[in-house]
């Protein structure tokens, strides 16, 4: 057995407690991992709330966690290129605990702390994922809302890298992170269409990360839904505005964002370091939206 954050039912943050669960064994293509760091998200909330269980079915007690940095204590067969002692971050289903199971993985090199490695999986497949179903090109206008986000501020690093103009939204409190990031920074609320047509005449993309009801403001500020994407706003369906959750994870490309991040050409930041037994308050941080940057768990 092993010590791991579980719920035995469907509800607030509060649901979240310490117990004890059996260890997890690598099959075939897997490693296990003993657990340094779990990066918290909206999903996990979305799941323990039950709010997914017309999609898919949760099977109780659950284990949330859907990313991890660790070091790799077993290797399952058909695994190359890994062996124990080797750290490395990746993909779970159950990170919260002592032990873990990844399905795919970058190794985290010397110089990258095991919390930021554990921040980087999610939202970079999110990232990149968005910027794939957007296309924005150079010279192009995108807007990005919850630019300050863990999500929302890689896309907004990439495509400002890219040569794309961002325009980012924010709250007053972060719009100097969205400055940094080499966007032009607005606030949300009433006045957001005026305040961004103030900045812009043309917007040529929209991706919300905020699930903040900005979609209607969007499509207006598009001048259609084409090129709107949302990641968090089910309102979507109703609105003809494409909505995507879907995870496709890629080591390569989580490799690759490992180098941007220890070249400094991007960053992830991580604003709180909390022990398992705060699960409960880190995934509330999580689910109120606005947590300053990621919230990671350390055993």
Do not use: C
């Not at 917007?203 to 009801?213: F, H, I, N, P, Y």
């Not at 968090?232 to 890629?250: C, I, K, M, N, Q």
């Amino acid at each position: 057995m092993m010590r791991a954050v579980v719920y035995d039912q469907f509800g607030g943050p509060e649901v979240l407690h310490l117990g004890e669960v059996p260890e997890p064994e690598a099959g075939p293509g897997r490693v296990r991992v003993r657990v340094e760091a779990v990066g918290l998200n909206a999903f996990d909330g979305k799941v323990r709330s039950g709010a997914m269980e017309s999609a898919f079915r949760t099977r109780l007690p659950a284990v949330p966690g859907l990313e991890v940095a660790g070091v790799v204590d077993q290797v399952g067969a058909d695994v190359a290129g890994v062996a124990p002692g080797d750290r490395v971050t990746g993909w779970t289903s159950r990170g919260a605990a002592e032990l873990a199971v990844l399905r795919r993985w970058a190794p985290v090199p010397y110089g990258l702390a095991v919390t930021q490695a554990a921040a980087l999986p999610v939202v970079g497949e999110a990232a990149r994922r968005s910027l794939r179903l957007l296309g924005p090109q150079p010279g192009e206008t995108l807007l990005v809302h919850g630019a300050s986000g863990g999500i929302g501020g890689l896309v907004t690093q990439l495509a400002v890298a890219a040569g794309v103009r961002v325009i980012g939204t924010a709250s007053p409190a972060n719009q100097g992170r969205v400055a940094a990031y080499g966007a032009t920074p607005t606030t949300y609320g009433a006045g957001l269409v005026e305040r961004v047509r103030a900045l812009t005449p043309v917007v040529d993309a929209v991706l919300d990360t905020s699930g903040a009801g900005v979609l209607p403001d969007s499509i207006e500020l598009r001048g259609g839904t084409d090129r709107v994407l949302t990641l968090t706003d089910p309102a979507a369906h109703d609105l003809g505005v494409e909505f995507d959750e879907r995870s496709t994870p890629s080591a390569a490309e989580l490799a690759d964002l490992i180098g941007l991040v220890l070249r400094g050409e991007v960053s992830v930041p991580v604003a709180h370091v909390l022990p398992l037994a705060e699960a409960a308050r880190g995934q509330g941080l999580v689910d109120g939206g606005h947590p300053g940057g990621k919230v990671v768990l350390v055993p």
